[in-house]
């Protein structure tokens, strides 16, 4: 079978090869799956560097979420059958930039019969994640003024139609205007460019001196930064990662002066500590997708061929939407 190797580390197009590599099979709880759709993810950049949390033994195959068709069961499955679709993710060192791939079978979910398959493989880990952002770190309500940066990125995408779903007014801070116009189909109320305007005099002025309540940040550095200053009395802003590439140095006295909280989110940890909770969020973003209340955009639908090119590009942060592939 085909599947895109990392036989070393260094930036995606230099890295990825696409190699014949032998078939795989379904170990005891897990299935074999062809895949149907695999989303590039910022965590197949950082894994390619060799600077995600996460170090799989050389080689290996990125790709860390997909739609699947299962093909084969291993021993003791009972969350799925051949013939199914599903989604979740994969498992490295195989991961989906390939023909085929294995999962656990606790980390495989329904695929939702409203979405294509390019939406539904998207539909895990950047929903998943700002699903827990929003609704578990936060509880974010009717009425809240959410902040997302990254709009127009994987996860944050997800955080503005989530916080529209739950009816928040939602301002996207977004690089460009193809990326602007992107964060307003998804339902932004309010789209700023950051590399033209101030996001925080912006947000100061759209609330009318209230500022956000909730902030949902996966850049961090001056995004985090900007953030203190026109966060709302009893704000919270949720870390999510840094994308940006500066990890902040929070200034306690600040938060206790302003009176707001700063949350981290590990989304990768309830796989572990709570995995029950996982099941309860796919099943609640499943009921939105069927609901029309949220749709991944896919920005772009590729080919296999164009992995290491395409992971490259979301490196470079020159892409608009989901980048998804499709064997």
């Known amino acids: 079978m085909k599947a895109w190797r990392v036989n070393e580390l260094g930036e995606p197009r ?7 590599v032998p078939e795989l099979a379904a170990g005891a709880g897990q299935v074999l799956v062809k895949v149907l759709a695999a989303p590039a993810n910022f965590p197949d950049v950082l894994l390619c560097r060799g600077e995600y949390q996460i170090k799989p033994p050389l080689p290996f195959t990125p790709g860390v979420e997909l739609c699947g068709e299962v093909v084969a069961v291993g021993a003791g499955v009972t969350r799925a059958v051949v013939g199914d679709r599903v989604v979740g993710t994969s498992g490295l060192p195989d991961g989906s930039f390939a023909e085929y791939t294995v999962m656990d079978q606790d980390r495989v979910f329904p695929a939702p019969t409203s979405l294509d398959d390019a939406e539904a493989a998207a539909l895990t880990i950047g929903y998943q994640t700002a699903w827990f952002a929003l609704h578990r770190r936060t509880q974010i309500v009717t009425g809240d003024v959410l902040l997302v940066h990254a709009a127009a990125g994987g996860v944050g995408s997800a955080a503005v139609q989530l916080g529209k779903a739950a009816g928040a007014t939602v301002i996207g801070v977004v690089g460009g205007p193809e990326k602007a116009a992107y964060a307003k189909e998804l339902g932004a109320d309010l789209v700023i460019d950051r590399r033209s305007e101030d996001f925080v005099s ?73 995995p029950a909770v996982i099941d309860e969020c796919h099943t609640e973003l499943t ?18 061929a164009d992995v290491a090119d395409g992971v490259g590009r979301l490196g470079d942060g020159s892409t608009v939407g989901r980048l998804v592939f499709q064997p």
């Open 202 to 274: 912006i947000v100061k002025e759209f609330t009318g001196g209230h500022g956000a309540d909730i902030v949902f940040d996966p850049v961090g550095g001056d995004a985090y930064n900007g953030s203190t200053k026109c966060i709302a009395f009893e704000g919270r802003i949720v870390v999510i990662g840094f994308a940006g590439g500066t990890i902040p140095q929070p200034a306690l006295n600040h938060a206790l002066i302003k009176n707001y909280s700063i949350v981290g989110l590990h989304w990768g940890l309830y796989q572990s500590q709570n």
């Open 14 to 20: 230099d890295v990825l090869k696409l190699e014949d």
């Open 287 to 304: 009921r939105l997708a069927d609901a029309g209340l949220l749709r991944p955009l896919i920005g772009e639908r590729r080919a296999l």
